[in-house]
């Protein structure tokens, strides 16, 4: 079952919440998209060791705005979401916070950053809500299913 508690101490979030958004806001309100991805891609660089191969992947993939097709979690340590393109599936599950609405809901922005619990930290912020996973790995199967004209 998905964890009730939805936070584990501080959220890790640091770039793609509204305090990050401030951050990198311009004079005319909108924001400094090149900035923010530049500073984000700088943090991914200086924990790039700490994360296997699979995580640096999913940090890197182009996931934005692709739909959350199903989630499972088959037992305690281990977590399945399938997106248009690709199937994640997590092992070493530490803590989840996926809500059912999730299903039929939009990838928007994500985070991964090494967790204070072993394994790693995914944020993502969802076009109605979020998702919280702290995993030891994650593996990615791809597939074939996706919309026509979609990146």
Do not use: C
């Not at 900035?35 to 790039?48: A, H, P, Q, V």
């Not at 944020?123 to 199967?141: N, P, Q, S």
């Amino acid at each position: 079952m998905m964890q009730e508690s939805r936070f584990i101490g501080d959220s890790p979030m640091r770039f793609f919440n509204e305090k990050g958004f401030a951050r990198y806001q311009k004079s005319d309100g909108g924001t400094d998209w090149d900035r923010l991805w530049g500073d984000y891609g700088k943090y991914l660089m200086s924990i790039r060791d700490q994360l296997s191969p699979a995580w640096q992947h999913l940090a890197e993939a182009d996931l934005h705005d692709r739909d959350i097709v199903s989630i499972e979690q088959p037992s305690r340590g281990e977590f399945i979401m399938d997106l248009e393109e690709m199937k994640l599936t997590f092992t070493g599950v530490k803590f989840v916070w996926v809500p059912k609405s999730a299903v039929g809901d939009r990838w928007v922005y994500w985070e991964v950053s090494p967790s204070d619990r072993g394994g790693v930290d995914l944020e993502v912020r969802l076009g109605r809500d979020e998702i919280r996973i702290i995993a030891d790995d994650v593996w990615i199967t791809k597939h074939s299913r996706s919309r026509p004209g979609v990146r």
